[in-house]
């Protein structure tokens, strides 16, 4: 398996505008995680899903931010309307089953202006 | 309440010097488990180490170790003969089998800088 896989890896916007971000977790795995990653904040959980489904949201910042889990290979994460302190490294994780080891994509590097 | 606490922000150490990070972890949970990641400057994070609360079992993975005493609610991280490739920052993590199931929360991380 070619791990998780997280794209954009960079993204550069403007303010208001909507950043979609995207993420395959690892086939077969069971839970997915959004993080959010700021020097001030350090690894934020924003939200998980098991078996597609949302678990715990209770990190997302705002309304502005949402997620979605259409199918066992697919997340996103939406923020609308971006604002610059926005801007940070967003991880996705995937782990097979309760209890086990994540694993993280790349990351993806947002930046607004 | 589910919290990780990594007290050490930043640790320096000359190459070759051994050097603990300490985790301490708050849960209500009797089954739970704990993790260990490594983010070099590259940025990724890579998964170190899985135990779970059945486990106080030290372990030794090469120059590395990890000492789990449930008693102090602690998962401390041991490197010996520290090496340039060691700096990174270091998270520890806890993750909840029945209060929050599955949640997979990380302390601060620590930031570890060894020097030649």
């Known amino acids: 398996d070619a791990g998780v896989i997280q794209s954009p890896r960079h993204e550069v916007t403007e303010m208001g505008q909507e950043v979609t971000l995207r993420c395959k977790p690892i086939?077969?795995?069971?839970?997915l995680f959004w993080y959010r990653q700021t020097m001030m904040r350090g690894l934020e959980l924003l939200i998980y899903?098991?078996?597609?489904?949302?678990?715990?949201d209770s990190g997302m910042p705002e309304d502005r931010f949402s997620a979605k889990m259409p199918n066992a290979s697919f997340s996103t994460l939406k923020i609308q309307p971006s604002e610059p302190r926005d801007s940070a490294v967003y991880f996705c994780?995937?782990?097979?089953?309760?209890?086990?080891?994540?694993?993280f994509g790349q990351g993806t590097r947002l930046t607004v202006v | 309440a589910q919290k990780v606490t990594q007290a050490q922000t930043e640790i320096s150490v000359v190459e070759k010097e051994d050097v603990t990070l300490d985790c301490v972890y708050e849960?209500?949970?009797?089954?739970?488990?704990l993790f260990w990641y490594k983010q070099p400057p590259s940025g990724e994070l890579v998964f170190l180490i899985r135990?779970?609360?059945?486990?106080?079992q030290n372990e030794i993975s090469g120059r590395y170790s990890w000492n789990f005493q449930k008693s102090t609610s602690s998962f401390n991280f041991t490197i010996t003969a520290s090496q340039v490739v060691d700096s990174a920052v270091y998270f520890c993590?806890?993750?909840?089998?029945?209060?929050?199931?599955?949640?997979?929360?990380f302390g601060q991380g620590t930031t570890l800088q060894v020097k030649p």
């Open positions: 849960t209500r949970d009797t089954t739970y488990y």
């Open positions: 135990r779970n609360s059945f486990d106080e």
């Open positions: 993590a806890l993750s909840e089998a029945y209060g929050n199931t599955g949640k997979l929360i």
């Open positions: 086939s077969g795995h069971d839970y």
């Open positions: 899903f098991n078996n597609n489904v949302p678990i715990d």
């Open positions: 994780a995937s782990s097979l089953e309760l209890g086990a080891e994540a694993f």
